[in-house]
């Protein structure tokens, strides 16, 4: 069955520390996508991130970067340098053609605080 | 460009009430999907609508359904609410699906008492 696994529930670092969020996830099609969200307090999810099963680059964007690795089933997430505004939860996602891309299997999320 | 806009922000209501929330997608996105955020269950997909018809549908009972206008807004309605579907109601939008990614809304967040 389709899931996605987010070990980490909470990550508490200092600012300037890099961080990582581990995703694992679980589905029976070869055609799939992966999203990373992050949600503020404010509650509002943010995209970050969507990957399709077919790409295995790793990507950067500033200070962000993602690392999909298809023989393991993960989708980690590295914040390199963190600060202060990085706080949220962080959510790992999995959409499969199987559900028709239009629904979002989510792990439980990961509370990362950066410290002062 | 506007955003995905959800209505009311937050909403307190009786046991036993109905409750009805609104999404209005961004513009020219023609599917909309509901999720709802609790504590202890995390994030659960309610069901997506596109075009005017329900693509998926999550395992949520009977008492919570959704529609969709023809300008692509969509309504979900609780009915006979319990305690326990106090929680976040987020609403996301698609050009499509997810194949293209989706945003999602602030979020109304319902208080059952």
């Known amino acids: 069955a389709q899931k996605v696994t987010q070990a980490q529930t909470e990550i508490s670092v200092v600012e300037k520390e890099d961080v990582t969020l581990d995703c694992v996830y679980e589905?029976?099609?070869?055609?799939?996508?992966l999203f990373w969200y992050k949600q503020p307090p404010s509650g509002e999810l943010v995209f970050l991130i969507r990957?399709?099963?077919?790409?295995?680059q790793n990507e950067i964007s500033g200070r962000y970067s993602w690392n999909f690795q298809k023989s393991t089933s993960s989708f980690n997430f590295t914040i390199t340098a963190s600060q202060v505004v990085d706080s949220a939860v962080y959510f790992c996602?999995?959409?499969?053609?199987?559900?028709?891309?239009?629904?979002?299997?989510f792990g439980a999320g990961t509370r990362l605080a950066v410290h002062p | 460009k506007a955003g995905v806009t959800q209505t009311p922000r937050y909403l307190i209501k009786t046991r036993g009430q109905q409750v009805t929330l609104s999404c209005s997608p961004i513009s020219g996105h023609r599917s909309v999907s509901w999720y709802q955020q609790t504590p202890g269950q995390g994030l659960q997909f309610l069901f997506e609508y596109f075009s005017e018809t329900q693509r998926n549908k999550g395992n949520f009972p009977g008492r919570f359904s959704g529609r969709q206008f023809s300008n692509s807004r969509s309504e979900m309605n609780v009915s006979t609410l319990e305690l326990g579907d106090s929680a976040l109601y987020l609403c996301a939008s698609s050009l499509v699906d997810g194949v293209y990614g989706y945003t999602f809304g602030s979020g109304t967040r319902l208080t059952v008492v």
């Open positions: 996602a999995l959409s499969e053609v199987s559900g028709g891309y239009n629904k979002l299997i």
């Open positions: 990957r399709n099963s077919f790409d295995e």
């Open positions: 589905t029976r099609d070869t055609t799939y996508y």
